[in-house]
């Protein structure tokens, strides 16, 4: 045996005894003296590589021969094979039972593999089977959801497109005042656009019920129609109160907004008859109204010899003339005065109407100008109020509202036009200028700007005819001749008091709007009165005279101002400070005279003696000390029949 075959057979025992046969079996052929050195080096090599064995180390300690304990180990080893063979036979018939159920159990474990194998070709075509219901599943659902959709789209279309009998009942018999009519026309309004629709995408469906559904509509816009037009007739009535149709068609304003969206023709044949019987009933109602009420207007009024510098003698004379002397005075009192006529501003701003044949008594024009416009602002509030939720023409609610009241508009601003330029009160004037900045700021806070050009128009009017009229009086005071006038004295003069007052009530009422043309024109007044002063003192024959003139007029001047409250306004009507330096001046220049005059020897040593007490030179009134005791004597004696004097 080699070397190689000798280390194949020991790496392949895994028992260290079998290494030690296979070695002693090795040794028994080795021929060391044969083999030369290669031998030996073999040997000692292979003795190295197995020297760490443990029986290999017991041998070689103990100095036992190899080959000896090789032919023990194989001798073991046979005794080892006997025995098991003999076991073997023993249990022989154990092992036979043992094959056989092994065959058995190979048979069994074959016929579990055929069924196995069977079982698994059928969950895969289980598995086949599950994939398809699912498939078939996926698909059924998704046909259920599409029908179900499509019935719902269908029923949605069906129940929009189909008429019931209850709604063709009421839309032919119901009252059209009664609840179920409304709800079946806002029903109706509803298919009729659904139609338009479906028309529109082509749907055949809408020509099954095109026919019912358009008869419907012809029937309801029919009875709308006449129950508007009833209702518009109402105002054609005599002492008919207009807000109960208007009311009730306000109730119903979804009846036109249907004609608008159904029926255009038929909503413009409302709206133009509503324009044309409404503006005619309020043409004729103001028309009527106004003509009455201004006969309660005096019938005296102011003419144009009503005037500041006019001859206030002669006015008496041309009433007496005339046998009106008691009515003339009632009516111009407050010609050039305001006694209680701004009170038209503040607490009779929203009396009642004056009813023309209710009253009894006259008006100034101021008075009647109140009435018909409060008349009128309230009106037409109402009535834009009205078209503007009623009609629902948004801009266009302007246009509608021109078309009804422009006959009336133009009947008043005419008739106003001409009032004012005939007349002559100022005062008057000016407070219609502020009862239109009233009646305009109370449209305002109402949410209504209707008559924004109508109010222009009439300013247009009022105020050059005010300017015209105070450029009437400037020119009578700067124009009037003092010898022409009646005969007067150092008393305050009626033009002076006419001024006072006039001033103050024209810019009382100006306080409440204020305006700089009236300032402007007050102005110039007071120039031309002052002036006009100068030339009345000046036709006295003594300075004392003139200076008493002065002073009781600029006195009466200021009195009346204050009284007026013109003073406390900061307006300028002539300038109260200017006044009162005039009054200031004119009664320091007064005492002057007077004492002058009476006390002449006591005025010049007063001036004489003042500058040296003022510089401090007593020593030279030493100088004086003579002459004093002559006045004090000669003032002692004479000063009581000066003061009788």
């Known amino acids: 045996m080699s070397v190689e075959r000798l280390e194949l057979e020991v790496g392949e025992v895994e028992d260290p005894d079998d290494i030690l046969a296979a070695l002693g079996q090795d040794l028994e052929g080795l021929d060391i003296t044969s083999q030369g050195d290669e031998v030996l080096e073999q040997a000692a090599e292979y003795m190295e590589k197995h020297m760490d064995d443990s029986l290999i180390q017991q041998a070689v300690t103990q100095g036992m021969d190899l080959r000896e304990y090789a032919s023990q180990i194989k001798r073991d080893l046979r005794k080892e094979e006997n025995q098991t063979l003999t076991q073997y036979t023993k249990e022989g018939v154990k092992m036979a039972r043992l094959y056989l159920e092994i065959c058995d159990c190979d048979d069994v474990l074959k016929n579990m593999e055929q069924m196995l194998s069977t079982f698994q070709l059928n969950l895969s075509s289980i598995s086949s089977e599950i994939d398809y219901l699912q498939e078939a599943s996926t698909s059924m659902s998704q046909k259920l959801k599409n029908r179900q959709e499509v019935a719902s789209e ?339 003069h009626y033009v002076t008091r006419r001024y006072a007052e006039f001033s103050a009530a024209i810019v009382s009422i100006n306080s409440n709007h204020p305006d700089a043309r009236v300032d402007s024109a007050l102005c110039d007044l007071q120039v031309v009165l002052q002036n006009f002063m100068l030339q009345l003192a000046g036709e006295f024959l003594t300075r004392k005279d003139q200076l008493v003139f002065l002073i009781n007029n600029y006195d009466m001047m200021l009195s009346v101002l204050n009284e007026r409250g013109v003073g406390e306004t900061g307006a300028s009507v002539g300038d109260v400070k200017s006044f009162q330096l005039l009054l200031d001046k004119n009664t320091v220049e007064f005492v002057e005279h007077t004492l002058q005059t009476a006390f002449k020897e006591i005025v010049m040593f007063v001036k004489e003696v003042e500058p040296l007490v003022e510089t401090g030179n007593m020593d030279k009134m030493n100088f004086y000390e003579a002459n004093i005791r002559k006045i004090a004597k000669n003032f002692s004696q004479n000063w009581k029949k000066i003061e009788d004097r």
Request: glycine residues 4%.
């Open 154 to 492: 269908l029923g949605q279309v069906v129940e929009r497109l189909a008429v019931p009998e209850q709604m063709i009942k009421h839309i032919l018999e119901t009252s059209l005042q009664e609840e179920a009519f409304s709800d079946s026309l806002v029903e109706l309004s509803s298919k009729i656009d659904y139609l338009k629709e479906l028309e529109f995408l082509g749907a055949l469906a809408a020509h099954d019920v095109r026919t019912v559904v358009e008869k419907l509509r012809l029937k309801a816009v029919s009875r709308i129609r006449e129950w508007i037009f009833d209702k518009i007739y109402q105002f054609r009535k005599p002492l008919t109160n207009y807000q109960v149709p208007q009311n009730a068609l306000l109730k119903f304003k979804n009846f036109n907004e249907f004609l608008m969206a159904h029926s255009r023709e038929t909503a413009v044949q409302v709206r133009e008859e509503y324009i044309g019987t409404v503006g005619k009933v309020y043409f004729s109602y103001f028309k009527e109204y106004y003509s009455k009420v201004h006969k309660l207007e005096f019938e005296e009024k102011s003419t144009k010899d009503d005037v500041i510098a006019g001859d206030e003698v002669a006015g008496r004379r041309t009433a007496n003339l005339f046998g009106s002397n008691k009515h003339h005075l009632t009516n111009k009192s407050t010609v050039f005065t305001l006694g209680g006529r701004d009170e038209i501003l503040t607490t009779k701003f929203e009396d009642p109407l004056i009813i023309p044949h209710a009253q009894q008594r006259r008006f100034t024009y101021e008075a009647l100008f109140r009435t018909t416009h409060f008349s009128l602002t309230d009106t037409c509030c109402r009535e834009f109020l009205f078209l503007q939720d009623f009609f629902q023409l948004g801009k266009g609610t302007q246009e509608l509202f021109n078309s009804i009241f422009d006959r009336t508009l133009n009947f008043i601003n005419n008739n106003v036009e001409t009032s004012v330029n005939a007349s002559f009160d100022s005062i008057g004037l000016l407070l219609c200028i502020n009862l239109i900045h009233r009646y305009n700021h109370m449209m305002e806070k109402r949410g209504v700007d209707a008559l924004g050009i109508y109010w222009f128009k009439l300013l247009e009017v009022l105020w050059p005819r005010f300017l015209t009229i105070i450029e009437l009086n400037v020119s009578s005071v700067q124009n009037a001749d003092p010898q022409k006038l009646s005969h007067f004295d150092t008393r305050p």
